[in-house]
């Protein structure tokens, strides 16, 4: 295991199987936004802590992402303030994403809920904003592994993020009825060495990512 954040490791890696990255030349057109997309994850790293927690931020252009030069991001309803200097780009034939997953408040401080402002600055120093809202129950960041869905209260979707010893993604999506078992879940993806269960929040932009299972420790 390498020392990348969790949930970097998994929503990144996920981003990346449904985005393919690649290079394209330098267009001069101002930048235009299309959507901005915005989700708290929180990482559940043991049975017994309160999770950490990040927020994702990413996007959507009508532009060239790859001339971004930052993004900045700002709570509407306090003093919080973010800058990313060196934004991830996501993109296909279709569709252009800059983003940034690593924006974190200082201790014992929430990502505050409500609603957010993005400016997007290029290379030439052009800006564009646009907004976006947060949404989650605030009770997550005070949970404990061995009580989230409890407190979730059914309120959620459950994924499963299978990875390699090498951290790349195997599968993403439902759990399989036939995966009762964790034996049966690591005997259905080759070269499998773990698995973190996601609980996408509903009506809420929030996901909680619990801690690794690992195939030698449920074998």
């Given at each position: 295991m390498n020392d990348c954040p969790?949930?970097?490791?998994?929503?990144?890696?996920?981003?990346?199987?449904?985005?393919?990255?690649?290079?394209?030349?330098?267009?001069?057109?101002?930048?235009?936004?299309?959507?901005?997309?915005?989700?708290?994850?929180?990482d559940f790293e043991d049975e017994t802590s309160a999770p950490d927690a990040r927020l994702?931020?990413?996007?959507?252009?009508?532009?060239?992402?790859?001339?971004?030069?930052?993004?900045?991001v700002s709570s509407r309803s306090t003093q919080f303030e973010w800058t990313a200097f060196e934004p991830v780009i996501i993109a296909n034939e279709k569709k252009q994403w800059a983003g940034y997953t690593d924006f974190v408040c200082p201790a014992f401080r929430k990502i505050p809920a409500g609603l957010y402002r993005?400016?997007?600055?290029?290379?030439?120093?052009?800006?564009?904003?646009?907004?976006?809202?947060?949404?989650?129950?605030?009770?997550?960041?005070?949970?404990?592994?061995?009580?989230?869905?409890?407190?979730?209260d059914g309120e959620f979707f459950e994924q499963v993020a299978v990875f390699d010893e090498t951290d790349a993604l195997l599968y993403y999506g439902l759990k399989k009825e036939s995966w009762a078992e964790d034996k049966k879940l690591f005997s259905a993806n080759k070269?499998?060495?773990?698995?973190?269960?996601?609980?996408?929040?509903?009506?809420?932009?929030?996901?909680?990512?619990?801690?690794?299972?690992?195939?030698?420790?449920?074998?």
């Open positions: 969790a949930p970097l490791k998994i929503i990144f890696s996920f981003l990346c199987a449904f985005f393919a990255l690649f290079a394209s030349g330098c267009s001069d057109s101002e930048p235009k936004l299309s959507s901005v997309e915005g989700i708290v994850v929180f994702y931020v990413f996007a959507k252009t009508e532009s060239d992402a790859h001339r971004v030069e930052k993004i900045t993005l400016v997007y600055t290029d290379g030439e120093g052009r800006e564009v904003e646009s907004s976006f809202s947060i949404v989650y129950p605030e009770k997550i960041a005070a949970a404990s592994t061995a009580d989230i869905k409890n407190v979730l070269g499998a060495s773990y698995y973190r269960t996601c609980l996408v929040v509903k009506n809420a932009t929030a996901v909680c990512i619990l801690p690794a299972v690992y195939k030698d420790q449920r074998s």
